[in-house]
Nanobody
Framework: DVQLQAYGGGLVQAGGSLRLHCVVS??????????IGWFRQAPGKEREAVSC????????YYADSVKGRFTISSDNARTTMYLQMNNLKPDDTAVYYC??????????????????WGKGTLVTVSS
């Protein structure tokens, strides 16, 4: 069975940093073929993209709201993905989810293109 689990959330003051990671397992094909993505959902808001790495070409994409502050990465086998979050703002408060699937290019920023999701981890940024 495909499993993803995100870890690393917590409470941090504005301007601080957190590093999320997501462990991925159970895919039948090489994980290197999969796109990986981070999404978030704040209370009362829709799920939105944070960052992703598209299938096959390893290109990273970021939402405008996190560019220059967040960095997505993974190990070579894509069994673990990371989201380094720096200079956090109260608006970054949300439940963060990791996802994986076959998605190419900027489509990896759209959550509807993913079938495989991990349980979220809560990030709270205090002002």
């Amino acid at each position: 069975d495909v499993q993803l689990q995100a870890y690393g959330g917590g409470l941090v003051q504005a301007g601080g940093s957190l590093r999320l990671h997501c462990v991925v397992s159970g895919f039948a094909r090489s994980l290197e073929d999969y796109a990986i993505g981070w999404f978030r959902q704040a209370p009362g808001k829709e799920r939105e993209a944070v960052s992703c790495i598209s299938s096959s070409d390893d290109t990273a994409y970021y939402a405008d709201s996190v560019k220059g502050r967040f960095t997505i990465s993974s190990d070579n086998a894509r069994t673990t993905m990371y989201l380094q979050m720096n200079n956090l703002k109260p608006d970054d408060t949300a439940v963060y989810y990791c996802a994986a699937d076959y998605v190419w290019g900027t489509r990896c920023l759209n959550h509807v293109n993913y079938d495989y999701w991990g349980k979220g981890t809560l990030v709270t940024v205090s002002s």
